[in-house]
């Protein structure tokens, strides 16, 4: 039953360069974010989308760019990957609104992708 | 932005005994707080949320409480289970620079239940 994928588990790039991550989601979700995690400081948003060719930048987006050009797909690029870029980055999506008689703005995430840059 | 802390990072418990993570957050606009629980090497998923208008919700052993005035919530989990151990994220949905909601996280708690 999976619901948002993500293009690879595993990932080892050089630095400088450039970096392509996908996610796609079958759920008709209008948001989609990406995330990365890494050890004691949680999940930090890096940018979001609300819809198709729109994005929004998270707390974290120095080095990363977005593409959203169709609505279940979503796209995080890494320009000229350095060593700092090293994680796991987590892929998430969620409807806009909540559905009727619900409260909820659960987000469902991808499996994640562990980026190693050497 | 929203801020959001969250307390403690490591938790451990005996089996069968209560445990409480708390966090707090900054932003009095946030309206929505929800919990995930990430098992070793899974995604996050969600397991308890709460609205700003409510003040506590429970389901089976967990429960979440919410103090809008001194901007803290609270997950509880009663008569803990080897199976809980996992890390705990709390999150608050507050504005963006432009307008939308998004969640912020805050650092997790490995919460890890011994037998």
Not at chain 2, 1 to 11: A, F, R
Request: a positive charge; glycine letters at 6%; one cysteine or more.
């Amino acid at each position: 039953d999976v619901k948002v994928t993500q293009s690879s588990r595993y990932l080892v790039k050089r630095t400088g360069e450039k970096v392509f991550l996908e996610c796609v989601q079958d759920m008709d979700h209008e948001n989609m974010f990406w995330y990365r995690q890494d050890p004691g400081l949680g999940l930090r948003l890096i940018y979001f989308s609300y819809d198709v060719k729109m994005k929004e930048k998270g707390d974290i987006p120095e080095g990363y760019s977005v593409s959203r050009e169709k609505k279940e797909r979503f796209s995080l690029i890494l320009e000229s990957a350095s060593t700092n870029q090293t994680s796991m980055y987590l892929c998430a999506s969620s409807l806009l609104s909540p559905r009727s008689g619900s409260n909820t703005y659960e987000q469902y995430f991808g499996p994640g992708t562990r980026l190693t840059v050497t | 932005g929203e801020n959001v802390e969250q307390h403690p990072s490591t938790l451990s418990v005996q089996e069968g005994d209560s445990a409480v993570i708390k966090c707090t957050y900054s932003d009095s606009a946030s309206n929505y707080f929800p919990w995930y629980k990430q098992e070793l090497g899974k995604r996050p998923q969600l397991i308890i949320d709460i609205r700003s208008n409510v003040g506590e919700k429970k389901d089976q052993r967990i429960a979440v409480t919410l103090n809008k005035t001194a901007k803290h919530f609270s997950l509880h989990i009663t008569e803990t289970q080897p199976e809980d151990s996992a890390v705990y994220f709390c999150a608050a949905r507050g504005y963006r620079d432009m307008g939308r909601r998004a969640l912020t996280f805050g650092s997790g708690t490995r919460l890890q239940v011994q037998p």
